[in-house]
């Protein structure tokens, strides 16, 4: 299955675009970037140079993703997510090529118009709540919400909710099996 772009795209020469990956309207994406392949990035979608895109990313509607971002395989960005690279933005004192990373691990999802500041980690299978303002790094399949971002749960790799007893938890979706032991979370079998 070849990319499909729209025409109102703009793929800039020495971007690496993905076998089956969709770029719809009005998106860019600038050279140097790579974006993996079945990705979807919805209307709107800015791509900056030296990002890196893994497989299976779905980014919707109003996303920019700023250098120094790097989203794993399987990551879901909700409409209007925000990613920061800078800190300490002036406009009269530029930091152009002095950006922090933040890394999105494999499954993650972040929810509608929530704010990941750079520098973080968001975790394995994490799942961030719209809205939330994310300022420091989230555990593997932990559920964070509120502005900063605080855990208030746990989800399993098919996004639900985790009831935890005596330490263990099943996937209401899956049957997968999880434990708990010291604040982390690790899938069993």
């Known amino acids: 299955?070849?990319?499909?772009?729209?025409?109102?795209?703009?793929i800039d020469p020495g971007a690496s675009i993905g076998v089956g990956t969709r770029v719809w309207h009005f998106s860019h994406v600038m050279s140097g970037a790579s974006i993996g392949s079945r990705c979807t990035l919805g209307q709107n979608v800015f791509v900056a140079d030296r990002v890196r895109i893994g497989d299976d990313v779905k980014i919707q509607n109003n996303v920019s993703v700023y250098e120094g971002v790097v989203l794993e395989n399987g990551v879901f960005c909700g409409p209007s997510v925000v990613f920061t690279n800078v800190r300490t933005p002036r406009s009269s004192h530029p930091r152009h090529g002095v950006y922090e990373s933040t890394l999105v691990r494999e499954g993650a999802t972040i929810g509608a118009n929530a704010t990941i500041i750079c520098?973080?980690?968001?975790?394995?299978?994490?799942?961030?709540?719209a809205g939330a303002t994310v300022t420091r790094d989230v555990p593997d399949y932990a559920l964070v919400a509120g502005v900063p971002a605080r855990r208030?749960?746990?989800?399993?790799?098919?996004?639900h909710r985790?009831?935890?007893?005596?330490?263990?938890?099943t996937c209401p979706q899956t049957g997968t099996a999880y434990s708990l032991h010291d604040n982390t979370v690790v899938r069993e079998g």
């Open 162 to 169: 985790l009831r935890f007893q005596d330490g263990r938890a």
């Open 152 to 159: 208030i749960g746990w989800m399993s790799e098919a996004g």
């Open 1 to 10: 299955m070849e990319s499909l772009v729209h025409p109102s795209a703009i």
């Open 119 to 129: 520098g973080t980690t968001v975790g394995r299978f994490a799942f961030v709540a």
